[in-house]
């Protein structure tokens, strides 16, 4: 895997060099990252998504969340040999791709070796597990960040006292300290992606959008990873510019926008023709991702894991459905959105529980949804014709609402 | 000038052939088989020869169904969905929710009572209630698909299946014989696991049928006990015009014309 890191890196270097974009910028970060958890000569932490990877990164850990590297390895088209392997060693079927896959891969040795595992109960308690196991199997120690469903005062500093406490628990485990300054510092790099991702944000929003594919795929839930440090900001303002550029040149993500539409949780990793399917035949937009928002307020740096812990409570997935309805429902008016994909990844009960809420939530505002059913990971359940029907007649039912030419 | 609407299905395909004023001229459902090309070429055929045309007097083709793709000379493809509802709307005006049984998938389509889908629901992840289930219990039960739809009648037992995975319920059924159950005991037990099934699709999209206009298409609704179960397990009436496998042609066929007339 290192080996596959190091070619990797030189190619999209090299890439970048001839053609900058803000996507080959991102791309090339996130294979750094994999290039320094597979080097074995840098700390890792594996963690679950919720941690604090900022506190992390101040530390000098290299850490990742293991749905990330489920993800990770599904894009690749590699994740077929781990599922089978999770399912090998009794994990269900029906389980979450991501996990299996991360679990798969430990056991056959392809998941960087952590010096600690973080897990946090939000989103999922199926992550705790699944960080939990992965504990087991490299024989590292493990720690349970609890993240409660709502913020009040005591919520906020029992989740604080957790946080100093996990940096201790760090710290004792891989002889690496927090240093004041360092913290300060990358708190306020934190605050500078926050308010870059705003901008970011706030240029998608453009009517035409200028988002386009995957320009922004799985962003808000992955772009946390460099929180904490300069490279986070370099990615954001090569965004904005990017995305500022296009604008001003009159150039939309999607050529002749007709449809905006919003993906909910998470989009599917691996190779599908959907999506350009979806730009080339109804010139729908896929302008916005359910996470690719800023639900928190900037960090105080004078008392950051107050802070820290108010924007892990704050996460649209944690605690009751309502706080997550109210960002979807403020995210459709916002994006001026025509319609919501909600691909209902397999084995997430987080998920697939909402979806009826979802739903009568987007009816309210008269937003029709489509329900999928895939896991986002596992290519192996894939059925691109019955996805593909789904979602043609919902463009088509979307084009045939009152104000729309008819896509029939 | 006449339009061609074809519906390639994964066990039927059927061409609709309709005349400059929408009339249909002709209607045919042949086999699917192994060979798609081949299969529509037959269904086209069967049209002209009934309608005494030749293939170039055809102005306007639309695909539908699930090899909708597939067909050569289409002007456009357009999903069985949006299909089934125009061709409900020409025979059954009026039509509010339509349920349509095809031969992998099933759909409960809810309409604005003029043609137009306002929401739909499909069955998820596998094939269980549709014309391949169907299929497969017939051949379990060692009678004709076409048998299967009446031999229902009498049943008094009410018996519940407890598997609609298509591999399970057929070993049921096989243990149900070998257990010396009546065959039209097993038969209504397999409408209701079905029409149970189809009537949680049909109340995604309404949930309360009661004073809608329902009506079902696809090859499924031949078989009458479906039907009376379907209606049973939703209390109300359901309509079925008298080719219900080629609605899905004809809505083709109907949009084929609205494409090119002003």
């Known amino acids: 895997m290192k080996q596959y890191f190091d070619d990797a890196v030189s190619i999209l270097e090299a890439r970048l060099r001839d053609n900058y974009t803000a996507r080959g910028k991102y791309n090339l970060e996130l294979t750094r990252l994999g290039q320094r958890l597979y080097s074995a000569s840098h700390r890792v932490a594996l963690c679950g998504v919720c941690a604090p990877f900022d506190l992390l990164n101040a530390m000098g850990i290299n850490s990742c969340f293991v749905e990330f590297l489920g993800g990770f390895l599904a894009a690749a088209g590699s994740a077929g040999p781990f599922l089978e392997e999770a399912e090998q060693i009794g994990f269900s079927a029906e389980s979450c791709g991501f996990h299996r896959t991360a679990i798969g891969a430990a056991a056959k040795g392809m998941l960087p070796v952590p010096d600690v595992v973080i897990a946090t109960s939000s989103p999922c308690t199926g992550g705790v597990a699944a ?63 926050r308010e870059a991702a705003i901008e970011v944000y706030d240029l998608a929003q453009r009517v035409p959008s200028p988002v386009k594919g995957i320009d922004l795929r799985a962003f808000g839930l992955v772009m946390p990873l460099f929180f904490g440090t300069e490279t986070a900001v370099e990615i954001l303002h090569a965004y904005r510019d990017e995305f500022a550029a296009r604008l001003e040149q009159g150039i939309g993500g999607v050529p002749g926008e007709r449809f905006r539409l919003m993906w909910l949780q998470e989009l599917i990793q691996f190779k599908h023709p959907l999506i350009k399917m979806l730009e080339r035949d109804y010139q729908a937009a896929i302008v916005i991702e359910e996470l690719n928002n800023i639900y928190w307020d900037p960090i105080d740096v004078d008392d950051p894991y107050v802070g820290l812990a108010r924007r892990a409570i704050a996460f649209p997935f944690n605690g009751s459905v309502d706080r997550r309805l109210k960002q979807i429902q403020k995210l459709v008016q916002a994006y001026k959105i025509d319609g919501a994909i909600n691909p209902c990844h397999w084995g997430c009960r987080q998920g697939t529980g909402a979806r009826g809420l979802i739903g009568q939530a987007l009816k309210e505002l008269d937003i029709p949804v489509i329900n999928l059913e895939v896991d986002c990971a596992d290519s192996r359940n894939f059925s691109e014709g019955q996805l593909r029907t789904r979602l043609e007649a919902f463009m088509e039912v979307l084009g045939s609402r009152p104000g729309r030419r008819s896509t029939n | 000038m006449y339009y061609l609407g074809v519906d390639l299905g994964s066990l039927s395909c059927d061409a609709v052939l309709l005349d400059h004023d929408g009339q249909i001229m002709a209607a045919s459902v042949v086999p699917t088989g192994a060979r798609n090309r081949e299969a529509i070429a037959r269904a086209t055929q069967a049209v002209l020869d009934m309608a005494r045309i030749s293939e170039a007097e055809i102005k306007v083709t639309v695909s539908t169904g699930y090899g909708r793709d597939r067909v050569d000379g289409r002007l456009a493809a357009v999903t069985e969905i949006t299909c089934h509802a125009r061709g409900a709307q020409a025979l059954l005006p009026g039509t509010q929710v339509l349920i349509d049984i095809g031969g992998q998938d099933s759909k409960a389509i809810r309409l604005d009572g003029e043609g137009r889908v306002l929401e739909f629901a499909m069955n998820d992840k596998c094939a269980a209630g549709t014309g391949r289930f169907l299929e497969a219990m017939a051949r379990a039960l060692q009678v004709d698909i076409e048998e299967l739809c009446e031999l229902d009648q009498g049943a008094a037992k009410n018996l519940i299946l407890s598997s609609m995975c298509t591999v399970f319920a057929e070993s049921e059924v096989v243990s149900l014989i070998a257990d010396g159950v009546e065959v039209n005991e097993i038969v209504a037990g397999l409408n209701r696991a079905i029409a149970s099934r189809i009537a949680a699709l049909v109340k995604r999209v309404a949930p309360d049928v009661s004073g809608l206009k329902v009506a079902m298409s696809g090859g499924v609704a031949h078989n009458h006990g479906v039907v009376r179960a379907l209606s049973s397990a939703l209390d109300t009436e359901i309509s079925v015009p008298l080719q219900p496998d080629t609605v899905g042609a004809l809505g083709a066929a109907l949009v084929a014309r609205e494409r090119v007339l002003p």
Do not use: W
């Not at chain 1, 957790?162 to 002889?175: C, I, N, P, Y």
């Open chain 1, 131 to 193: 960080v939990e196991h992965l504990a087991h199997t490299f024989g590292c120690p493990l720690y349970v960040l609890a993240i409660p469903p709502d913020d009040s005062e005591k919520n906020v500093h029992y989740l604080a006292d957790q946080l100093r406490s996990m940096v201790d628990f760090v710290a004792a485990h891989t002889g690496v300290t927090l240093d004041e300054d360092r913290l300060r510092d990358a708190m306020h790099k934190t605050n500078e992606a």
